[in-house]
């Protein structure tokens, strides 16, 4: 368990909604003081990710979370519809997403997961100049597509 923690302290958690585990770190999604709040195995508080408000790099209603291989964290915001990308050092890579119909839109997304065992049933969809690394998949509540399927892709050598 994480050590109790008094309130206004960077390591409380208000609510918590999600966690992942990865490279010996705990992420935990907290919804209720808008971060992503990063522990050691033993409970310690490392550090966070993100702030309340609406630019890049922040968050209205964080939800699911998940952690790939390389340690880039993905963040689904159910305000913003997207999911936010982070690098290990907590910078901001790229978001992805938003309230639209059509592929790629999301609809109060939930839940995040990095797929690494499925790529052969999706790599004849990916430009032949690419290679699939792995697969996103993420829930929505709403919206005709409950679950939306992304490709984490690099170039293929010449």
Do not use: C
């Not at 939800?63 to 050092?89: C, H, P, S, T």
């Amino acid at each position: 368990t994480l050590p109790e923690a008094a309130p206004q302290t960077p390591s409380h958690l208000y609510l918590p909604t999600n966690l992942a585990i990865i490279n010996d770190q705990l992420y935990v999604s907290d919804f209720g003081d808008f971060k992503i709040k990063i522990y050691s195995l033993s409970g310690q508080f490392l550090s966070s990710v993100g702030s309340y408000g609406r630019q890049l790099g922040q968050f209205v209603r964080p939800k699911g979370i998940a952690v790939d291989r390389e340690g880039n964290l993905y963040v689904v915001d159910a305000g913003f519809e997207n999911i936010q990308m982070f690098d290990a050092g907590n910078r901001l890579l790229m978001f992805f997403g938003g309230n639209s119909q059509g592929p790629g839109g999301m609809w109060l997304p939930a839940k995040v997961v990095i797929d690494y065992d499925h790529l052969q049933y999706f790599q004849k969809y990916v430009d032949k100049r690419f290679n699939l690394k792995h697969l996103i998949f993420v829930t929505n509540q709403y919206g005709p597509d409950k679950i939306n399927v992304y490709g984490f892709v690099e170039a293929r050598d010449k």
